[in-house]
Structure formats: structure tokens, C-alpha cells
């Protein structure tokens, strides 16, 4: 698993994890650019999953099969999943879910690159 | 955090706050049941009791996740035994893996007061529990 893509990936989390907590200290709704960003990051994410499977594929076989599998599958709703959940709710605390969604992803990228990299 | 925000959302409606600890749980809903899915399918025979109380600690979190992000007195009340058996289960688990380390050689979500998961495990209880609280005062004003 591509170690660039993962430091990608976390770092687009950090940014726009920031970015949403900065929203809600500032009580600003939740813009365009800020969706744009989510979306650069679902693109890291998806790029890094594609990764992980190009890996299996290819013979990379984890010790934690199984966990890092499902680290894979999960990955790609993340992001949606939270955003929908933010943006059901326009208050502004519920923008913070934004955050809590890019942490998971980013400790979820950094965890299966962990798993990928103890192999057999 | 910041203060409860009181925008009369309609009505029903999970809304603010509430709807990041939502998010919360349905992250540790989903990372405890997978981990105890994975654990109990691949080496249940090492652990058994650490694996049944991740198993435990998943449902938990299922039950709070959707008590919180539902609406009505019985969903209420789903969520206040969930985040109350949580909390519960973080402490004595969390106590019990520091005294007797042997009964639990595998880690659960709750081993160490959650001390691997940055003891949100241990902070997400107490928060959804003052969060129900309030929610209950707000719903019935001091007359």
C-alpha cells in the first residue's frame, strides 16, 4: 500500500477537519468550497482503497486479513455518510460531524496502512 | 465544546450536538462490531470473554447510535440504557483489565478506560448522557 497516498489522505483529512471546526467557530454554514474539499478528500480515499486492492490482488497478503479488508470496504462511506448527516441538520454544531468523519477516515487510512505493511 | 445549540429544528429531530455524537457512536458502532465480527470469526478459542464483551460493547453502541439519532420517549430510553451499560461496561472492564490482566489477554474497546481508541470510549458515555439530560429539561421547561 502506497505509504504517499495514505500521508495524502490523512493530510487532506487534517485540512479539512480543521477547515469544519474553523466553520463552526466562526458560525458559518457549511459552503461550496468546503464540499469541494470532502470531495478531493473521497478521491484520496478512493484512490488509496483502489490501492489496497490492487495489493491483495497482486499477492500482498496481511496478517489481519480481515480487518484490513474491512478497513477497505468501509472507507468510501465515510465521507458521504457524514456529510449527509451534517448537512440533514443546518445548525451549526451538526457541521462538526464533518470533523469527526475526517478523523475516522484518517485513522482508518493510517490504520490499514499499518495492517498492510505487517504482512505474511 | 461549544454551547447546546437551541434552534428549534423541527421538532423530532435530533439537531446539533446531537447529531455529532451520533456520528460518534455510529463510528465506534461500526469499528466494534467489525473488530468483534473479525475477532470471533478468526480466533474466538483465545479469548473468548474479551471477544464477547467486544461483541457487547458493539451491540451497545448499535443500541445508542440509533437511540440517539431517533426521535420518541421509547428511542429516549433506548439511549439512556445503552449510554449507561457503556459507561458501566468502560469502567468496570477498564478497571478489571488493569487489576487482573490475565482474564483479559486479548483488548477489548472498553480495556484500559478505552485508552486505545484515545479513551473516547470513556468520554462518549458521559457526553450522551449529559446530553440526554438536557434534552429532557428542554423538552420540559421549569413552569
Redesign the interface.
Known sequence: MSGVLVAITCALCLVLGGWAVVT??RDRRVGRALLTGLAVVELSVLATVVDGVVALATGTRPV?L??SV?YLV?APF?LP??TF??LA?R????T??LA??CF?VLVIAYRAFLLFAVTR | MSAPDRTPGRPGRTTGLGRVLVALYAVFAIAAVSRAGVQIATDFHEAPLAYLLSALAGVVYVLATVGLGRSGPRWRRVAWVACSVELLGVLTVGTLSLADAQAFPRSTVWSGYGSGYVFIPLVLPVLGLIYLRRESRAARPPA
Open positions: 463552526v467557530a489481519e480481515a480487518t474491512a468501509v465515510i455518510a457524514g448527516w451534517a441538520d445548525s451549526r454544531p451538526s462538526l460531524v469527526v468523519a475516522a
